[in-house]
């Protein structure tokens, strides 16, 4: 396997899998008033490792003259679109859902049904962007 079928495919579904299943899983618990899930939360962290894997597997990628989009394209749109959908916005999302979290005005599992749903769009859309461009 190489590193672009690693990154996009491999790691990719995993970081799309873990979102949707952290999503659904905290949406489940905010409406069954659950208030410890030790379990939950090492799975959120286990997502947030996908993720960082996922973007030094790309960062080594990008390195290596890789890029996103299909083969022959300029790169340059694909890129900043893959890079925005792929770490930009997912990395806002965790920072200020955690902030959130952290404050205690809302229930954690609410914050964390939303971040999962928002961070499953948006590694969709950056695979997307991956695979077939802008």
């Known amino acids: 396997m190489n590193l672009t ?8 579904f995993a970081v799309i899998g873990s979102w949707v299943i952290i999503g659904f899983w905290s949406l489940a ?3 069954r008033h659950y208030e410890e899930t030790p379990t939950f939360w090492k799975a959120v962290s286990v997502a947030q490792v996908l993720l960082a894997i996922q973007l030094l597997v790309g960062l080594v990628a990008l390195a290596l003259g890789g890029r996103p989009g299909p083969p022959g394209n300029d790169g340059g749109g694909a890129l900043l679109f893959h890079l925005s959908y792929g770490v930009l916005s997912p990395l806002v999302v965790l920072v200020v859902a955690h902030r959130f979290a952290r404050e205690g005005r809302w229930n954690p599992h609410a914050i964390f049904a939303l971040v999962g749903l928002v961070n499953f769009g948006l590694a969709v859309r950056a695979w997307q962007v991956g695979i077939f461009g802008p």
């Open 29 to 31: 618990l905010r409406l």
């Open 5 to 12: 079928a690693l990154h996009g495919y491999l790691i990719g």
